[in-house]
């Protein structure tokens, strides 16, 4: 597969996973564009083509890390998460809304598990942690997310 | 298998193992379980996949057509504008240029990550090399930090300018005869002589670093 089919293949996944690291659509673009810049060259020389998915992931990453001149989300917690406001939306709307809430270091293991189709192990591996702490984060940010749309559940099953 | 097991397996959504459904088929309250696993993995799914621009993909693979082009017929002009010699000249790779390289690749984000060091402090260290005023009138200082490099201490610049990002590795007392270049894995690196010591600007873009180190001279 050419870089250009790599692009084209995995581009709305880069952006979407971007999208969860900067929460900003502009910076999202932004940080996707520059990552793709730096990895076409470098693009002949990846020996596993297979892995190309995870290698971009990875690059867009580091470009996010170098853009926010540090931020690193595994800095972040969930302590202090609110309970969002009750509206009864479309679920996955809703979902969307309570993602927001999450913050960037439990968002980010589960757009690489969801959308990147990453294992524990990968995803481990791409953001520098252990695979036991990547399943209590991937496991802690669901429990988090039905926390906070349990409220909206229980109006939906009252009304 | 247990029904915490299986459900704290469920949670970190990995995936069902055939142990995992083994368990399911004869477990109620894990199959009731199962099912609105599945629904709120789904409606994750949705929420995760927010949309995308449209023809961002198609756009961002067209980037990389007329960049390799670009590519190809600057490498042609300088092939054909230095010959054969100045072009071996031009290929070839200064190891200090490539250590510069191999950090923005492998160690800046860990760099990042350490924290900055306070601005006087920063002024002061630098201040042989290349005074942080005159990096500051080339572009935003976004990070700037002390990190081993080349068995000694330099001091790693995250520099914004109009055109991109580009990062300088400040190496206080030593000094290097003439500029070095290397290129590696699509990043671009010129070392060159500054003050009592040497700076190395490194990114993505040849233009950009040879702009910026033009500035940093001026």
Redesign the interface.
């Known amino acids: 597969m050419s870089?250009?089919?790599t692009?084209?293949a995995h581009?709305?996944d880069l952006?979407?996973y971007a999208?969860?690291l900067t929460r900003d659509?502009a910076q999202a673009?932004d940080v996707?564009?520059?990552a793709?810049?730096?990895?076409?060259?470098?693009f002949p020389?990846l020996r596993d083509r297979a892995a190309a998915k995870a290698w971009l992931f990875t690059i867009v990453r580091?470009e996010f890390?170098?853009?926010a001149?540090?931020a690193?989300p595994a800095a972040e917690s969930l302590d202090g998460l609110e309970v969002a406001d009750e509206r009864p939306e479309l679920?996955?709307?809703?979902?969307?809304d309570?993602?927001h809430a999450l913050p960037a270091s439990y968002a980010e293991p589960?757009?690489l598990?969801?959308?990147g189709g990453f294992?524990?192990a990968e995803i481990a591996d791409m953001i520098g942690t252990t695979e036991g702490a990547a399943?209590t984060r991937?496991?802690r940010a669901?429990?988090a997310?039905?926390r906070l749309l349990a409220p909206r559940e229980r109006k939906a099953g009252r009304s | 298998m247990n029904c915490l097991d299986y459900r704290?397996q469920l949670?970190?959504?990995?995936g069902e193992t055939e142990t995992m459904r083994m368990h399911r088929m004869q477990c109620g309250g894990c199959a009731a379980e199962y099912q609105e696993h599945n629904a709120?993995?789904q409606?994750?799914?949705?929420?995760?996949?927010?949309p995308?621009?449209a023809g961002?993909?198609?756009r961002?693979?067209r980037?990389?057509?007329a960049?390799?082009r670009r590519?190809l017929a600057a490498a042609a002009s300088v092939a054909v504008a230095a010959g054969a010699g100045g072009f071996y000249f031009l290929a070839r790779q200064d190891p200090v240029a490539l250590a510069c390289i191999d950090f923005v690749m492998k160690e800046?984000?860990k760099s990042?990550?350490l924290?900055?060091m306070p601005r006087a402090a920063a002024a002061t260290a630098v201040a042989s090399t290349l005074p942080l005023e005159r990096i500051e009138r080339v572009g935003q200082v976004?990070?700037i930090g002390p990190c081993p490099f080349n068995g000694a201490t330099a001091y790693h610049v995250?520099l914004m300018v109009p055109q991109?990002?580009v990062t300088l590795l400040v190496m206080p007392g030593k000094r290097m005869p003439g500029a070095r270049h290397a290129t590696k894995?699509?990043?671009h690196a010129e070392v060159m002589p500054m003050g009592a010591g040497s700076v190395g600007i490194i990114g993505?873009?040849l233009a950009v670093v040879e702009s910026v180190a033009g500035a940093l001279k001026a």
């Open positions: 870089f250009e089919e692009v084209r581009a709305a952006y979407r999208y969860w659509r673009e996707v564009q520059e793709l810049l730096r990895s076409w060259r470098a020389r580091n890390l170098r853009a001149g540090g690193d679920f996955g709307l809703e979902v969307r309570a993602l589960l757009a598990q969801v959308l294992s524990c399943m991937l496991t669901r429990q997310l039905k | 704290r949670l970190a959504g990995a709120f993995e409606a994750l799914r949705a929420g995760l996949e927010v995308v621009p961002f993909a198609e961002m693979a980037a990389q057509v960049r390799r590519f800046e984000a990042i990550m924290g900055p976004r990070h995250v991109g990002k894995e699509g990043m993505a873009d």
